[in-house]
């Protein structure tokens, strides 16, 4: 080839005529498609055109990854439905030339595919995935807000059939390197020591491409609108048009145009410029800025890694937390005095692990190897973090901190998992006792993604640094908070729960209430949030923040033993891990403002007492913490643009425009 060298990419060509296209995005960690290598691989397909190889395997020089998707700084610049289409068309067209190639083509991926990564992947005749802890693929544009533009809609159905793909479509869900090969998206999974002969082989191979089964054949085609009309019914269950509009303008795309994005005329609700140019896909481009701020927090932290941890307390938070440290390749201990509690930590550890890398035993099997109990604390010794998750009982932690810090090494880390107690006041006599940091993971440990990660105020940063590397290596989102009775993310969660359950004794029913906020935006209502954590924990919570009055019928009710859905009564009487809401819920204007006002002033007022650094980590804390509706773009970034704080005065229920 003449020309094998170029800015972002190279070509060469082995022994046997296959040509290797190497992408390694100049001056990036990882290699995402920008305008320039875009143009860039427009210009290598002429050659190839011109001059074809034998074959041509794609892949990455980066050890980050494949491809991570579109480069995000030019979405950001998107600010008319021209440039939206613009961008599309070059997509597409590019695209559509790789998948005519004249030659067999392989995508050998390693490491992240995703977005317009994928879609290049999917133009390309075979795909080889390697076998990799790290690897991944998924087309997760619904998340910002936006729907695959480059071809990702029409040729996903067509590879895998339709109830996978549109899974992975709406979700923005990611798939492992094994689980891709079980599902046809990949045609081989093979080791990373063999991977580039593996791609050599396949490329040369002939082998015939992956045809649908006929009844999947049939849903992508002759019944494609039915499947689409059922698959929006039931998306309609789980998120609102109105709020979240990608996922179905990628329904719309795919039933009613085939999957051809550009076929959406731009005034449509579905069309590319439409949904570019929203609010939704700002904020939600927002919020990848915002989570990839944490990101980059818990990496560049710096400080001595942790690889020893110790756990005390083997409850539900203990428990997970240990089972997730281990999961993430830490040597971890577990001790409670009770063994039976630490027993029932591993079970639950194990349904867990399977359940998450579904075929892959010898991680299990690895994963509990590194899983210690330790009734008797002997790995407080060797630990390079003691994370102390017993009862929330600060007289109790005060006691157990003053032991373990006899016990633990001079330079370990000394963390409590803590959710609304000041650090200082646990800390209270240690003969050091501004080396306790908090570490407050959030409830379900492995699904919550992220952790409040709580520095005394005056104390050194440097186990702060070190636990906010330890929370990224954890694949966690570390936030960076000063101590402050319940932090930032309890301390504005709990006035808006308690100002809903003041709601109920007004007599507003609690599914009014709960319907209301998911209207509005919110995943769970707050009433039944409140009887999923726990009507003693909320009390407790409530009066150790200076939430008062406290509601009454609240401390009635944990009076009463009726502690929500570990007991099956609360605000809702529970059945099969359900709440049994009753009469359809009735209107209440106004609703959603006056609830808001709470969580908002509350937020308002940590960033004003320097719990937080700035706005933007509030609004992060807030919506990865408390699960604030991500369309928003947070509650500070939202108040700025729409009177949040103020309730409703129509007799509309107000909600984001």
Request: proline letters at 6%.
């Amino acid at each position: 080839m003449s020309s094998p060298w170029g800015a972002h990419m190279r070509v060469e060509r082995d022994w046997e005529g296959v040509a290797w296209l190497m992408l390694d995005r100049a001056g990036e960690r990882v290699n995402s498609l920008s305008g320039a290598m875009l143009d860039e691989l427009d210009r290598i397909v002429d050659e190839l055109e011109d001059d074809a190889p034998n074959g041509l395997v794609i892949a990455s020089a980066k050890e980050a990854g494949f491809v991570a998707g579109a480069d995000i700084d030019e979405l950001e610049a998107i600010d008319s439905p021209a440039a939206a289409r613009a961008l599309a068309e070059r997509g597409v067209k590019l695209f559509d030339r790789i998948a005519r190639l004249p030659f067999p083509t392989v995508a050998l991926i390693r490491g992240h595919c995703l977005g317009g990564g994928l879609e290049l992947a999917l133009a390309c005749t075979y795909r080889v995935v390697v076998d990799d802890p790290g690897t991944r693929l998924g087309l997760p544009e619904v998340q910002l807000g936006i729907v695959p533009a480059w071809g990702g809609i029409r040729r996903l159905p067509a590879l895998v059939g339709p109830p996978v793909a549109l899974d992975m479509l709406l979700t923005g869900r990611r798939v492992s390197a094994r689980r891709a090969r079980k599902l046809g998206l990949a045609d081989v999974c093979v080791a990373p020591r063999v991977m580039e002969n593996a791609a050599r082989r396949v490329v040369m191979s002939g082998r015939q491409c992956r045809h649908l089964p006929m009844r999947e054949l049939l849903m992508a085609t002759l019944l494609r609108r039915l499947v689409a009309s059922r698959a929006r019914t039931r998306l309609a269950t789980r998120v609102r048009r109105e709020h979240y509009p990608a996922p179905y303008a990628i329904l719309d795309i795919w039933g009613r145009h085939a999957g051809d994005a550009l076929a959406v005329p731009d005034a449509h609700p579905a069309s590319l410029a439409t949904l570019a140019c929203s609010d939704t896909a700002h904020n939600l481009l927002r919020v990848f800025r915002l989570r990839e701020r944490l990101q980059r927090l818990g990496r560049e932290a710096g400080g001595e890694p942790l690889r020893r941890v110790h756990v005390v307390g083997a409850g539900t938070m203990g428990g997970d937390i240990a089972a997730l440290c281990a999961d993430r390749g830490f040597d971890v201990t577990l001790q409670d005095e009770r063994v039976e509690a630490i027993a029932a930590a591993i079970g639950r550890a194990v349904t867990g692990w399977r359940r998450r890398h579904q075929d892959d035993e010898a991680a299990v099997r690895a994963a509990r190897d590194r899983l210690v109990p330790d009734p008797h604390g002997y790995g407080i010794a060797h630990a390079d973090l003691v994370i102390e998750a017993i009862a929330e009982n600060v007289d109790a932690k005060r006691a157990l901190f003053t032991r373990i810090e006899g016990e633990a090494r001079a330079d370990a880390v000394l963390a409590t998992n803590t959710s609304s107690l000041a650090i200082e006041a646990i800390a209270r006599g240690m003969a050091k006792p501004r080396r306790l940091i908090g570490l407050h993971f959030f409830n379900p440990v492995a699904r919550m993604p992220l952790v409040e990660v709580v520095a005394q105020r005056g104390a050194g940063r440097a186990a702060h640094s070190r636990a906010l590397g330890f929370v990224h290596a954890l694949g966690k989102l570390p936030l960076p908070v000063a101590s402050a009775p319940g932090f930032l993310v309890n301390a504005a969660l709990a006035p808006y729960l308690f100002e809903a359950l003041r709601c109920v004794e007004d007599g507003i029913p609690p599914a009014t209430i709960d319907e209301a906020m998911c209207a509005w935006g919110m995943a769970i209502g707050p009433v039944e949030l409140v009887d999923r954590i726990g009507l003693d924990v909320a009390l407790a919570a409530g009066r150790g923040l200076g939430l008062d009055p406290v509601p009454a019928q609240l401390a009635e009710h944990v009076e009463a033993g009726r502690l929500g859905a570990k007991s099956g009564q609360g605000y809702y009487r529970w059945k099969d891990g359900r709440p049994q809401a009753g009469a359809a819920p009735g209107a209440a204007p106004g609703l959603a403002g006056r609830l808001v006002a709470p969580l908002v002033a509350a937020a308002r007022d940590a960033l004003a007492r320097g719990v937080v650094a700035d706005a933007d980590l509030a609004d992060a804390g807030m919506i990865f913490g408390a699960g604030f509706p991500p369309f928003t773009g947070g509650p500070l970034h939202a108040e700025a643009r729409w009177p949040l704080a103020e309730p409703e005065t129509d007799d509309q229920e107000e909600v984001f425009p």
